[in-house]
C-alpha cells in the first residue's frame, strides 16, 4: 500500500510488481492533503475516538466493577461476562437506524459528539468483557482490608482497584481507539456534513464514478493506516495483558 501511494499510477496499472527502478513521487499525497478536506477528516477521526475513549472507560470500569463485586448478591451478574461478549457480536446496523431516530430527537444528529456517543454503544462491549475478566482476579481480601480501614467503596475503587488495573483499562482505550478509528456504519448514518466527515467516509470522495485514482486512494489509506500501527506496535503487551486476564477471567 505504501509503495503504491509513492508511484506514478501508470506504473500501477501495469502490473502487480512495481520495478525498482521506479520514480519515487510524493504528488498522491500533496493532492490529498491539499485538494481535500483531509486534513480536517483525519482531525474529525482523531476527536471522536478520542470522545468515544473518555466515554466508554468510565462507564465500563464502574460497570465492570459493580458486575465483578455484587455478583454473589446478584444472581443474574454471574453472567455479565459472556452476555457482554454476545452483545459485542450484534451487528452495527442493527443499532444504526434507531440510534439515528434518537440523536434526531435529541437534535445531536450531524455532531462529532454524537458520532462517539454511537461509536461507544459499540465499543462498550467489548471493553465490559476485557475488564470482567481482569476485575474478577483481583483478590477480593486487598478490598476487604481497605474497608477495615475505614475506606469507602469510591475510595477502594480509585485509589486500589484503578491502580492495580492500569494496564488493563490502557488495553482497553487502545481497543475502543482501534474500533472507533475506522468506524463506517454509523458515521455514514449519523454525519452528513462533509466538514464533519470523518476519514473512513471522506475517502469515498477518492472514489470517482468511472474510475479509481489508486494512487490518492493508497496514500489516504497509508495515512490512515499510520495511528492504528503506532498504537499496536508500542502497546502490544498492553493488548496480550488485556486478553490474557479477561481469559484467566473466564476461565
Known sequence: MFFSSVVPDAVLLKGFLIPFTTQVILSHYDVVLSKTLFTQWYLNSLTVAT????????VSVMIAYVATRFSRKYMFLRIFGPFSLFLYMIPSIVLALPLALIFGYLKAFDTLIGLAIADSTFALPLS?????GHFSNIPPEIEEAAFVDGASRWQVLFRIILPLSRPAVSAVAIFTFITVWLDYM???TLIRSEVRYPVSIGMNWLIREY???WGHL???ATLIAIPSIIISVLAFKYLLYGFEMTLKGTR
Not at 128 to 132: P, Q, R, S
Open 211 to 213: 474510475s479509481f485514482t
Open 186 to 188: 454509523f458515521a455514514l
Open 51 to 58: 470522545l468515544c475513549i473518555l466515554i466508554n472507560i468510565p
Open 218 to 220: 493508497m496514500a489516504a
Open 128 to 132: 465490559l468483557w476485557l475488564l470482567w
